[in-house]
């Protein structure tokens, strides 16, 4: 054989072999063109079919591991790394075999369950035949979406448009938080082009998988009455997790409130509560800061001289405790608010819940003496001032004697405040400059 037919087998059977791509599209399609044929008979193959079609589809998954496995153990990776993007893709339910399985009854249970068994097992045995270690994020970001694909049609079925919403927009939310922190690491070495490919990869798979998501609740919303729009305040809690900027944190998330208070009053529950998930988040987070490293370099000229050399680096440092404070406060304020206005529908605030001011207060005073951000203390103090205001134990002024007595007993307590203020802070003096 000469160079040139060795060199055009090696290129497009070793390193760019179209004949996995090829084989993927018909397998694909021959379990739609299956699915549909058996979905027109009138036997019992039309509804026990699609199982079949689907343990095909499967089956074929399990050899493109098995093939990603050989390849990657002859040396062969490049075209590894094309057979675990196709078991990617065929990870996301290609034939909806999780929508179909809703219309089978117990059976289709079954098999909806053992479909998410093997979507995991399936996901540990690709990183074993490729190499490479996952990351606790996405292991949970691929399995949390392989669930939602599994529950989603059960969910959109039977739930009514208050858990709809609720599902889709946890849903997405969940998967936001997580996809960002999902990390592979090769277990072999590789060298700078192979990290290239590596990250690009992992990219690929996840930009693949957020649209084959996309498209399965696309399919729900055509198939049921899904309240897409449930997405929208996800969408911008997710912006307000990943803001560098504090203020602009705290702006979006607040007016976010707002607007669902008046616009759709039964999600500021869910929305507060995923408010609160976002700003522990963000207590998580590290501030990018641009640090200075200086080193030596040898002079090229003269042997032995010596340079300093200064390049700057990016770091992660954790955040202050101040904002630490305010977003534990906060994340506290608004899972007590959320909780609280579950099922609200915006006439008249509802009835406060003794238990779950009594679980705020124990968890602000934990918070105070543990984390040390007294500032949620505050918290239990609207609680309570509120509850108080609202359950006529304490009586409010109604005419204008009562009005005036109480602005008088206000400004004493404001003077004995401010006095006492003073005389703790006698020994502070002001910082220089």
Not at 101 to 114: D, H, K, M
Not at 207 to 213: D, E, F, N, Y
Request: charged residues 10%.
């Amino acid at each position: 054989m000469n160079d040139f037919w060795r060199r055009l087998l090696y290129r497009w059977f070793i390193q760019y072999n179209p004949l996995y791509l090829v084989s993927a599209m018909l397998v694909l399609g021959g379990t739609i063109l299956t699915s549909q044929g058996l979905a027109a008979e009138a036997t019992e193959s039309r509804l026990y079919g699609p199982l079949g079609v689907a343990g095909i589809a499967e089956v074929y998954a399990v050899a493109l591991i098995g093939g990603a496995a050989l390849l990657t153990r002859i040396g062969h990776r490049r075209p590894a790394v094309m057979l675990a993007l196709l078991t990617a893709l065929y990870q996301c339910d290609l034939t909806l075999h999780t929508e179909t399985c809703l219309q089978l009854g117990t059976p289709g249970n079954i098999a909806s369950g053992a479909w998410l068994a093997l979507f995991v097992a399936k996901l540990f045995a690709l990183a074993w035949a490729v190499q490479v270690r996952l990351s606790r994020g996405a292991i949970a970001t691929a399995v949390i979406g392989g669930a939602g694909l599994a529950l989603g049609p059960y969910v959109v079925a039977y739930g009514g448009q208050a858990a709809i919403g609720a599902f889709v927009a946890v849903f997405a939310f969940a998967l936001g938080c997580l996809a960002p922190s999902a990390k592979v690491v090769s277990k072999i070495a590789l060298d700078a082009w192979g990290h290239t490919v590596l990250n690009r990869t992992r990219g690929a798979i996840l930009g693949l998988w957020g649209v084959l998501l996309s498209l399965h609740v696309l399919f729900w919303a055509a198939e049921h009455n899904v309240p897409l729009a449930a997405v929208i305040p996800a969408a911008v809690l997710l912006i307000a997790r990943r803001s560098k900027s504090e203020g602009l944190a705290w702006g979006i998330l607040v007016a976010l409130a707002a607007l669902v208070a008046l616009g759709s009053p039964q999600s500021l529950g869910g929305v507060l509560i995923l408010s609160a998930v976002a700003l522990v988040l963000r207590t998580f987070d590290g501030v990018q800061v641009v640090r200075p490293v200086v080193g030596e370099t040898s002079g090229p000229y003269r042997m032995g001289e010596t340079h300093t050399k200064v390049d700057f680096e990016l770091v992660l440092v954790p955040i202050s405790d101040g904002a630490r404070a305010r977003q534990f406060a906060g994340a506290l304020l608004a899972f007590y608010v959320g909780v609280w206005t579950l099922g609200w529908h915006g006439h008249g605030w509802p009835a406060h819940s003794i238990a779950l001011d009594l679980f705020v207060l124990v968890v602000a005073v934990a918070m105070a003496f543990r984390v040390r951000p007294r500032l949620s203390l505050i918290v239990p103090t609207f609680a309570g001032t509120h509850a108080l205001a609202v359950s006529g134990v304490v009586p409010t002024p109604h005419t204008m004697i009562g009005w005036g007595g109480t602005a008088l007993v206000l400004g004493f307590a404001l003077l004995l405040g401010a006095l006492a203020t003073s005389y703790r802070l006698r020994r502070l003096t002001a910082p220089e400059g």
